[in-house]
C-alpha cells in the first residue's frame, strides 16, 4: 500500500501507502480538441516548428504551476528533500483552502489558452491528465469537509510527528534551527486543525467512536518521556538528539559543543512550550468530542453522502464501476480465490474442509515469528532477503529498473498501533533518500510468514518501489506527473506485483503461495465491505464478520480493515480493479500477438507513462500491441 498524493497540483502531500490521506485522483480522461478559447475546430494539421512551440508553451506552463504549488507548500518541499521553507507548516485554514480553490480554477482558465491540436502525442496527454485533474478537483471542493481530519490511519497528530523524523534531515545548523523553528509552529498548526474538526462537526461531519480512543493513545504518545515526563526521551526528543549527534561526528562539523546544547535547549522550549500545549488541547477537544459520536459507520449517514461516495468510487477506480457492480465483482473473486485455496489445501494434504484449513493457518504458531525484538528483527531480515532475491530476477521481467535505492524498515513505536499492516514511502526527489518499505511488527500475530513474501513484492520490488521510483525518475513527463496519482493504477500495480514473481518460480513453498492468495482474497473482500459500509448500510461489526469468516486473516486484520473503510471512504476498492484491468490487458496483448509477446515490453508499456488512469493505461497498450502486429 502506498502513501499517496493528488494527481495533480500537489499543494499539501501528507504521505502513504497505502494506508494514509489522498486527495482524490482524476477519473477517465477523454482527449478532447479545442482552440485556444476551447470551442470545437477543424482538424488541421499544424507544422513541425508550430508544434514545438505549443508544446514547449504548455510544458513550461505544467512546470510553472507545479513549482507554484509546491512553493506554497513547505511540508511537500521537505518531502522532496527540497530546503526551502524548512521550517514551516502547511496552511490549514479555510482561506486558505478558498485561495487554493481561486488558484485552480484560474489554472485551468490559463490552460485554454493552449491549443492542445499544436501539442506533440506526450504534451497532449499530459494536458488531457491536467485538465482533469484540474475539473474534478473543482467539483470535489463541494466535498472538501466530507473527512476526517484526525483518524487512527492518517492526520495531524501523527503526520507532524512522521514528517520530522522520516523527511525533515538535518544536515546544517540551519536545517537543525529549521526543525526547532518547526516544533514551535506545531501550536499554531494544531489550532487550525482545531477550527477544521469544528467546521465538520457543524456539518454533522464527527468520527465513528471507534476513532477517538486509537487517535487520543496516538497523541498521548506523542508527549511521553523528557522533556514532557519522567524517563526516557520523548519521539521527538530522541529523533532531534540523534540527529544532531550525527551532524557532531562528520567530519569537519559545523556544530560546535555549545551550538549544540544552545540547539537542545531550545528544541526542549518548543517542545514543553508548543509540542506539549498543543497536544494536550486536541486531546481535551477530541474527549469532548467523543462525547458526540455514534457507532454509524458509513458515509451514507452524513448530508448527500451516498452522492459524496458514488463519486469517491469514480475517482478512486477511474472507471463508471457502481457501488452494487463492485460489490457483485469482489463477491465473484471471493468464490474463485476460495477454490484456487483449496487445490493447495489438497496439495499439503490438510484434512478438513477450507474454514478448517484457514483457521489452522491462522492460530497455529509454526506460521508466525516470537512478538520480541528477536522475532521482529528476524522479520525484517528476511524481508528483506526476499526483495533481494526478487531483485536478482527483475531482468526477467523489466526492461527498466528504478536507480534509488530500497530498504525495509518498521513502523515506528509511536504510531504502530494504529498504522496499517504494511506501506511504502517513495525516495526523496534526488533520490538520495531511498524508497522505504514499512512493515507494522506489532503484533506479530497479524504478520504470518506466510504472508511476508506477498507483502515484500507488493510494497517493494517489482511494486511500489519499482512502479514509483520509476515514475519518479523519468525524463519525458513534467513533474506533475511525477509525483501524480491515479489509485487504481497504482495500487492495481500493487497488487498484480504480488502475483507477478509466481510466473518465474517464487512462492515454491505452496504456505506462501497460499499467502500470496490470502492477500488477493483479503482484496477481494474489500470490495465488498468497502460498499457493504457506505452504500448498504453494513455495521462495523458485519464488515469484521465478512473478513473473519472469509479470509484466513487474524481478527485483529479485520478490525483494522473495516475501521480503514470507516476513514477512508472507497479507497480500499482500487486494489482489485486495478489488477484485474492489469491482467485483462496483458492476457488480450498476450492473445494478439502469441509468441511475439514480451512480458518485459508488456510491462514497460504499462509504467513508462507513469500513473495513468485506467483507461488511458488500455488506449497504450492497445497502441503497443498494435505497434508489434
Not at 220 to 226: E, F, L, M, P, T
Not at 358 to 368: E, I, N
Not at 374 to 395: F, N, P, V
Not at 603 to 612: N, Q, S, T
Request: hydrophobic content about 35%; proline content about 4%; aromatic content about 10%.
Amino acid at each position: 500500500m502506498h502513501k499517496l498524493l493528488s494527481v495533480a497540483l500537489i499543494s499539501a502531500a501528507v504521505l502513504t501507502a497505502c494506508d494514509q490521506e489522498q486527495a482524490p485522483s482524476s477519473n477517465n480522461v477523454k482527449p478532447s480538441l479545442t482552440t485556444e478559447q476551447g470551442s470545437p475546430t477543424k482538424a488541421t494539421t499544424p507544422s513541425t516548428a508550430e508544434i514545438a512551440a505549443e508544446s514547449k508553451k504548455a510544458n513550461d506552463f505544467y512546470e510553472r504551476i507545479f513549482e507554484e504549488s509546491v512553493a506554497r507548500s513547505p511540508e511537500f518541499l521537505t518531502y522532496l528533500g527540497r530546503k526551502e521553507r524548512l521550517g514551516e507548516w502547511n496552511d490549514l485554514s479555510d482561506e486558505n483552502m478558498l485561495r487554493e480553490h481561486e488558484i485552480t480554477k484560474q489554472n485551468l482558465v490559463d490552460l485554454g489558452n493552449i491549443d492542445r491540436a499544436k501539442l506533440d502525442p506526450a504534451t497532449a496527454l499530459s494536458y488531457d491528465l491536467l485538465k482533469q485533474s484540474l475539473e474534478n478537483q473543482i467539483e470535489d471542493f463541494q466535498w472538501r469537509y466530507y473527512n476526517y481530519p484526525v483518524n487512527q490511519m492518517f492526520g495531524r497528530h501523527s503526520g507532524v510527528v512522521s514528517l520530522l523524523i522520516n523527511q525533515h534531515r538535518i544536515g546544517s545548523v540551519t536545517d537543525a534551527e529549521a526543525y526547532v523553528s518547526r516544533l514551535n509552529g506545531v501550536s499554531a498548526l494544531f489550532d487550525q486543525l482545531i477550527a477544521g474538526i469544528e467546521a465538520r462537526t457543524a456539518a454533522n461531519i464527527v468520527p465513528p467512536k471507534f476513532v477517538f480512543p486509537h487517535v487520543i493513545r496516538d497523541s498521548q504518545n506523542i508527549i511521553k518521556g523528557a522533556p514532557f515526563t519522567e524517563g526516557e526521551p520523548s519521539t521527538l526528543l530522541a529523533d532531534f538528539t540523534g540527529k544532531l549527534n550525527k551532524l557532531a561526528d562528520k567530519e569537519d562539523s559545523e556544530l560546535s559543543t555549545d551550538k549544540k546544547a544552545e540547539l537542545l535547549s531550545a528544541a526542549t522550549d518548543a517542545l514543553n512550550n508548543s509540542v506539549k500545549p498543543a497536544y494536550e488541547k486536541l486531546i481535551a477537544h477530541l474527549t469532548e468530542l467523543e462525547t458526540k459520536a455514534t457507532t454509524d459507520d458509513g458515509v451514507w449517514k452524513w448530508k448527500n453522502g451516498n452522492a459524496f461516495f458514488n463519486n469517491a468510487l469514480k475517482r478512486t477506480t477511474t472507471t463508471d464501476l457502481t457501488a452494487d457492480e463492485i460489490h457483485e465483482i469482489g463477491l465473484s473473486e471471493v468464490k474463485r480465490i476460495h477454490n484456487e485455496m483449496r487445490v493447495i489445501k489438497s496439495k499439503v494434504g490438510f484434512e478438513g474442509d477450507l474454514t478448517a484449513f484457514m483457521q489452522y493457518m491462522r492460530d497455529d504458531d509454526q506460521f508466525y515469528y516470537s512478538n520480541d525484538s528477536q522475532g521482529k528483527a528476524k522479520y525484517l531480515k528476511e524481508a528483506t532477503e526476499l526483495i533481494d532475491t526478487m531483485k536478482s530476477r527483475l531482468d526477467e521481467l523489466f526492461i527498466t529498473k528504478p536507480k534509488a535505492d530500497l530498504k525495509v524498515k518498521a513502523v515506528e513505536a509511536f504510531r504502530e498501533q494504529s498504522a496499517g499492516k504494511a506501506f511504502y514511502q517513495q525516495p526523496s526527489e534526488d533520490g538520495s533518500r531511498p524508497g522505504l518499505y514499512y512493515a507494522n511488527l506489532y503484533d506479530m500475530k497479524a504478520m504470518p510468514t506466510y504472508q511476508m513474501e506477498a507483502l515484500a513484492y507488493h510494497e517493494g520490488v517489482p511494486g511500489h518501489h519499482m512502479q514509483l521510483a520509476i515514475q519518479q525518475e523519468l525524463k519525458s513527463i513534467p513533474k506533475f506527473r511525477k509525483f501524480g496519482r491515479y489509485t487504481a493504477y497504482t495500487e492495481g500495480w500493487g497488487l498484480y506485483s504480488e502475483f507477478l514473481p509466481k510466473e518465474v518460480g517464487m512462492y515454491s513453498d505452496p504456505y506462501s503461495d497460499f499467502g500470496r492468495l490470502a492477500m488477493e482474497l483479503w482484496r477481494a473482500c474489500r470490495l465488498v465491505v468497502d460498499t457493504g459500509i457506505h452504500a448498504k448500510k453494513w455495521t462495523r461489526e458485519e464488515g469484521i464478520k465478512y473478513y473473519t469468516d472469509n479470509t484466513p486473516n487474524a481478527v485483529s486484520d479485520a478490525v483494522k480493515m473495516v475501521e480503514r473503510h470507516v476513514v477512508m471512504p472507497s479507497q480500499a476498492t482500487a486494489y482489485k480493479i486495478g489488477m484485474l484491468k492489469i491482467l485483462e490487458l496483458r492476457e488480450k496483448a498476450r492473445a494478439e500477438l502469441g509468441d511475439a509477446f514480451d512480458i518485459r515490453g508488456f510491462h514497460d508499456e504499462v509504467l513508462k507513462y507513469g500513473a495513468l488512469p485506467l483507461n488511458v493505461v488500455e488506449a497504450k497498450v492497445d497502441a503497443w500491441v498494435a505497434s508489434k502486429k
